[in-house]
Every structure is written in C-alpha cells, then in structure tokens.
C-alpha cells in the first residue's frame, strides 16, 4: 500500500524517483540543497558531478516530448554519463512486443538508469517493479499520475524567489484533473509545508474528490487568486475542446486565463509559474507572460541542476553505505 | 452409485433444513434426506460428521475461455478448479471467441463440458449479433440449443431502443436476460472508481453514475415492459437501492453481486495493483458496505465468481492496460462465508445466495437437496481454515488479490449427479 517504499533503499536513501507522495520532507530538501549546490560553480560541485561516470542513462520515452527529454539529456551529460535516448511510441507497441520485453532488452546492454515516460498512469510503478536491482528508475511523466522532476524544478524555483515555503498561499490553475504535473505539485507543496494549496477551474477540469489532494478548489479567478504569493498555470490540452470539457480557448480565456486584471487580486509580489510550453493568450497573456512576475524561463533554466540532483542521488543508492557517515 | 452421506450439518434453504441428518444418493439423485432410511444399502458412505452439507454452487458467472482463449484457460481445467471450489452449475457470459450467437458455438460448449465431466455449464446467449450492440441474435435458436439467458456481456447496446427490442425479443422466448448495468459514456475510459484514489492515482475514473444511470433506464424500460430482467454485479450502494425500491414496487427484477465486491474498495487499488483492476470497478466502503446490506435484506439473491482466468502476461503492464478480473471460483464460497461473518447474514442465508437464489434466477431444478433431484451436492468443512496460493490452485489463471489470504470453509467433497467429482486430497 506505501506507494514511496519502492522508492527507497534501505538505508532509506532514493533509488528511484516515481512520485512526490510519500516522500519525507527531509528528502524533498536535500534534494533541492543538492540541486543548489550544482547549480552553482563551488568546488563542491565539481566533486559531485562525475557520479555518473561510465553509467549509461536510458531516456524510455513512450510519449513525445522534447522539452523534458532534453533537460534530462543535458542533466545526465552534465554528470558524466552516456545518454541512450529511445522513442517508443509507436516502434515496440506496434510490434507486439511488450513492455517488459523492451525493459529486458535493454537490461541486458547493460544500463543504469531509465528516465521514463509513460502515457498510463503507474507505468514508472511498474516498471521499477519490475527491472533488474541494478537500475534505478526516474519517471519523467506518467499519464496523469505523476511528474516528479517537474514538481520539484517548481519548487526549487519557489524556493529560490520567496526563501522559505510554510507561509505561502500557491494556486494552481486550470486542468488539474488530467495534470500529472499539479497532482506532482500539490503533493511537493503539502510535504513542504505551504500555508494553503488552492486550485481554480469549470468543474469539468477540477477532479471530483479534490479534497483527497488536501487542497482547496475554486471555479471563480478573481476570488482564488485572492492574496496568493504563487500562481501555477497549466498548460490547456486542445483535445479538451473536442471532449466536451470546454466550449473554445476564448471563453476559456476569459474566465481562467492570467491576465493584467486578474494578477491584481494576487499579491503585489506574487510570482507566476508555468510548466510550458505556454498557449499564449490561452492560459496566459504575453505580457504576463514575459514580465517581470514571470519565473517561467528560470523554471526551465532550474529544470537541469534539480534533475542532475536527482539522478545522482538516486545513483548513489547503489554504492554501498560508508562504514561511518559523514 | 449409491452414496449415503451420514451425519453432516445439512443446509438446504429452498426446504428450510437446517439440521444434522443423512442424505442418500443413488441412480445420480437425491433419494431422501432425514434420518437413515432402513434398507438402504449404500456402496460408497460418506462421513460427513462436523461437515456442512449443502446444494452444489450455482455461479452465474464464470468466464471459461473456450473456445477462442485456450491460452489463458479451458472449460476442462476452469471446471476443475470450479468443483474444488464446491460448484456443480456455472453460467459461461457468451463474450467467447466466437461469441455465443449461434446453437453451434452453445453447442461446442455444453459438449465440451460434457466430456469434461465436472459441472454443468450453461451458457449465456449474446443478446445481439457478435456482441455489435445492433442486430438481435437468433435467440430461439440458441435457446434450443441450451442457452438460459441471453447477456450483453459488458458490451454497449447501440441505443436505448435497440434495448429495448432486445428485451422483448427475448422475453417472447421466455430467456432471462442478464444485464451489466453500465452507461459506457459514462464510464469513457476509465478503469478505477471515480473517487479519492483515482483522483490521487491520475486513474480514469468510472463514476458510480454509470451504474445508476443504466439501472435507471433499465428500469423504465421494465416498467414499460413488464419484462424480467436480471442486473448482474452491482458495485454501487446507489444502484442496490434503486433495485430493492423497483422490487417492493413489483417489478420482475433480480441482482447479483461478486465475492470480491464484498470485500475489496478502492484502496485495494492503491499500489496500481493490477489483480485489482475489474469491471465493474471496485468502489467506495459505502458502495460495499450497500452491496452488503443489500445482501442481507434480500435485494440481492445471488453471489458470483465472475471467474475470469488470465495468462500471467495480461496482468503484467501499466494499471489501465491490463486485462479486467479476477480467478474466482476456488475463492466463491470462502468469501461468501466470510462477508456473511462480517456483515452478520446467516451461513444459511449466504448458502441461500449461493444455490436456490441464482438457481432461481436461472429458472432451473438446482440448487435444493429435494428428494427426486439431480444429486449435486457440496460437502465442506466450516472450520476449515487454508491459504490460498499459485500452487494450490487448480485454476489456469492465478490472477488473484486473495493470494495469501487466509480463508475459512474448505471444500471436502463435491458431487455432481450422484458422481463424487472432487474429494480433497485425491
């Protein structure tokens, strides 16, 4: 039933990263002091980066995305590590062949790590599962379950801005109920300690049993963003329209999307995130977009040195503890 | 054969038995029930003392996967492991490959289960052509050729008045029809209960409204009909309800519920389990909590396995692309008993709505131990505690959440026809 056992060693240290949930604050920091420190260029950083020396990092991706695998690629490259980068969306599947021939396949030459995405919902689950003690698996998006690595960029970027978390009020808005990067989000934000969680959406995107996620929901702009130090938008799927969810982007626009207006209600130091890529004038006004309240371009600047922290400290599971702890 | 089955706890609620006493058996039927007769000789005696004694099972449900999936199971092996788990009569869904809609296929069928020898098999009818939801089957036919019902096994019908249609052409022949109550709108893609854990999860949600809202049409269309019909597997305390206020108001309406509904929740789901992905899906405690209350007082008149063996492969994959369902039958009467413990319903009520109550619903001589009858008989120890695991089960299919459970009543001695077809330990 503990979706974060499988997650760690037994020395309780990461071996794989699959979901926010369950995770100790503890770790949530030490990964975000990690990504710090590499983000930086002390001495203590060169030290770090060559973990990944001679390991071969496999990007599984079975959905298209350029943007993550990229920042993963260039994570991994900046440890030291051999990149594999294997697009299976329609090779394998079309094949017949099954998902757990492909992670034996490629067990068998001998990698390290896989950096997953999935289009279902528990795939990087099941696939930690499931491959061989050696590999540690890092999940890179699984259908609307989960997307980690993004969840904590974000909040490493929220740390950077406002310092510290536990007096913050964050909304999230928009398509929650099939965003893998909110659920990732608003478990980050619980463990961390903000103040108060709020999401704002129509119905039709705000998930039925939102209060099993501990947060708070609004249907109305003005009232939800009412004094709240962080604004999260999510990116607006165009398959929404077609399912009957929404009517069209400008009505859209209208009710849900960030504007001048509509930052006011927020604080006056309230910062705007969001995972990209943006639709502009859909989630979000260029102007906004582009101001001086936008972190969005750090966030994808911040993406690198936290997935580099959590590659290397999921590596380090498999180097056998220290006889004395540092 | 003449079997005597001496001093078992004899439970047959069609008679209202609830005794210790002998049952004799010859010619394949029961000859009389009571304290032994004088004069009759017995070649085989069955020491049935601290046992209980009751009519052979009656499942409404069990996917044997012949003919078409012979790699995850076979009526010979899914019939075996059927009477290790004390069931004599079991309903095959027609959603075989092919489906049931023509006597050829029935046919095959009830021969096959002939040869095998183990329980009687009925299969159910497609209630329309391939299953496609839009022509009528030759239900006539098929009745000829051994069909109790006719099913639209989980598949959508192509609008409400082809339903309907469906309903009366198969009430002119007098076939049960056997609805899942499932508005596949509603339920989209989904594949977990819309509720706390798919939300928390990232799961497709089936809302409980899917349910309701089919029961509801269902129901209309009854009422306008008059027409019986009987919803298999409810999941939704909601739907229960709406069942046993139809019932009071009269209408010729029945349901069933599976073991497992009884006692797995969502939150069985939790570790994407995939031996937890069924159809319908598991719901909330309250939605268990109104299947079992419906089972107490009546609404509900049968239990079944919902048997559905899978290859190991099938369950092996991301939650949503698994294969629904659950190897079943082995574990029907254990978790019978138990949701019976747990929700205070009498042994004798639980072995009610596991022989005379489905075997009503079938329309079927079965389920009773009245003198004259075919003599399918399951004779099992109340006490009986076991663990269920791969290598104690008969099943193809090993797909199980029961795993490692340990169950109570276990299965001694199985009759069929007067033949003793399962003894444990042999």
């Given amino acids: 039933m503990d979706l974060s056992n499988i997650q760690l060693d037994k020395h309780k240290r990461l071996r794989h990263f699959l979901t926010i949930e369950g995770l100790k604050r503890q770790m949530l920091t030490d990964i975000l002091d990690t990504a710090e420190s590499l983000s930086g260029v002390t001495e203590q950083t060169v030290k770090k980066v060559p973990l990944l020396r001679g390991k071969t990092v496999v990007n599984l991706f079975f959905e298209p995305s350029t943007r993550t695998r990229t920042t993963f690629e260039l994570a991994a490259k900046r440890l030291s590590a051999d990149v594999l980068n294997v697009n299976l969306e329609v090779s394998a599947a079309s094949k017949g062949e099954t998902l757990l021939d492909t992670l034996r396949n490629l067990e068998a030459m001998h990698c390290d790590m896989f950096v997953v995405r999935h289009p279902n919902s528990g795939a990087a689950h099941f696939i930690a599962r499931h491959v061989a003690p050696h590999i540690s698996v890092i999940n890179a998006g699984d259908g609307r379950h989960a997307h980690p690595t993004q969840a904590m960029l974000d909040m490493f970027t929220i740390r950077r801005v406002k310092g510290e978390f536990y007096k913050l009020r964050v909304a999230i808005v928009g398509d929650v109920l099939h965003s893998r990067v909110a659920r990732s989000q608003i478990h980050a934000l619980s463990t961390l300690g903000v103040e108060e969680i709020r999401i704002i959406g129509p119905r039709t995107l705000i998930p039925r049993h939102y209060e099993a996620l501990g947060v708070h929901a609004y249907h109305d702009m003005n009232e939800g963003l009412r004094d709240v130090d962080v604004i999260i938008m999510l990116r607006l799927q165009h398959e929404r329209m077609s399912k009957a969810l929404l009517p069209d982007e400008h009505e859209y626009f209208r009710l849900y999307g960030l504007t001048i207006d509509k930052l006011r209600v927020a604080k006056a130091d309230a910062m705007v995130m969001h995972p990209g890529p943006i639709n502009r004038g859909v989630e979000i006004e260029s102007s906004i977009a582009d101001g001086l309240q936008s972190v969005i371009l750090q966030q994808v600047t911040h993406g690198i040195p936290v997935r580099m922290a959590i590659m290397s400290m999921a590596m380090q599971s498999h180097i056998p503890v220290p006889a004395v702890e540092a | ?426």
């Fill in chain 2, 1 to 426: 054969m003449r079997i005597l089955i001496r001093n078992g706890h004899v439970i047959d609620p069609a008679n209202n038995i609830d005794a210790t006493l002998d049952i004799a058996v010859a010619d394949g039927r029961i000859v009389s029930v009571g304290r032994i007769t004088d004069g009759f000789t017995a070649e085989r005696d069955i020491d049935a003392g601290g046992l209980i004694v009751c009519p052979g099972l009656v499942d409404l449900r069990a996917h044997l996967r012949e003919p078409g999936q012979e790699h995850k199971a076979t009526i010979a092996s899914e019939t075996r492991a059927a009477v290790r788990g004390g069931i004599t009569t079991l309903c095959c869904p027609p959603n075989t490959q092919p489906v049931i809609d023509t006597p050829a296929v029935a046919t095959l069928i009830r021969d096959r289960a002939k040869a095998a020898g183990m329980t009687h098999v009925l299969p159910l009818g497609a209630l329309t052509q391939d299953l496609a939801g839009t022509q009528l089957s030759a239900m006539h036919a098929l009745k000829e050729a051994g069909c109790v019902g006719v099913s639209s096994a989980m598949t959508p019908l192509g609008s409400t008045l082809i339903y309907q249609r469906a309903m009366e052409y198969a009430a002119t022949h007098h076939l049960t029809v056997f609805l899942h109550a499932e508005d596949s709108s509603l339920a989209d893609n989904g594949c977990v209960h819309n509720g706390a854990v798919a939300t928390r999860l990232g799961l497709p949600g089936i809302p409980a409204a899917a349910e309701t809202v089919a029961v509801a049409t269902a129901l209309a269309l009854i009422e306008e009909t008059g027409i019986r019909v009987h919803f298999s597997m409810l999941s939704t305390a909601r739907a229960v309800r709406m069942i046993a206020r139809a019932r009071y108001d009269g209408l010729p309406v029945s349901a069933d519920v599976t073991a497992h509904h009884l006692h797995l929740t969502e939150l069985d789901v939790l570790d994407f389990d995939s031996r937890c992905h069924v159809r319908p899906p598991l719901r909330s405690q309250r939605d268990r909590d109104g299947l079992r209350e419906g089972l107490r007082d009546g609404t509900i008149t049968a239990i079944c396995s919902d048997h559905q063996p899978h290859e190991a492969d099938a369950k092996l994959g991301p939650f949503s692309s698994t294969a629904t369902g659950i190897s079943a039958v082995e574990t029907l009467l254990p978790l019978a008993l138990q949701a019976g413990v747990d929700s205070h319903i009498s042994r004798r009520d639980i072995i009610a709505r596991l022989t005379i109550g489905p075997a009503n619903i079938l329309g079927i001589d079965a389920g009773t131990l009245s003198p004259g009858i075919a003599a399918d008989i399951c004779i099992f120890d109340p006490d009986g505690y076991w663990t269920l695991s791969e290598a104690n089960m008969a099943s193809q299919g090993h797909n199980t959440p029961f795993l490692d459970w340990e169950l109570q009543g276990q299965v001694r001695y199985t009759l069929l026809d007067g033949r003793c077809v399962y003894e444990q330990g042999i």
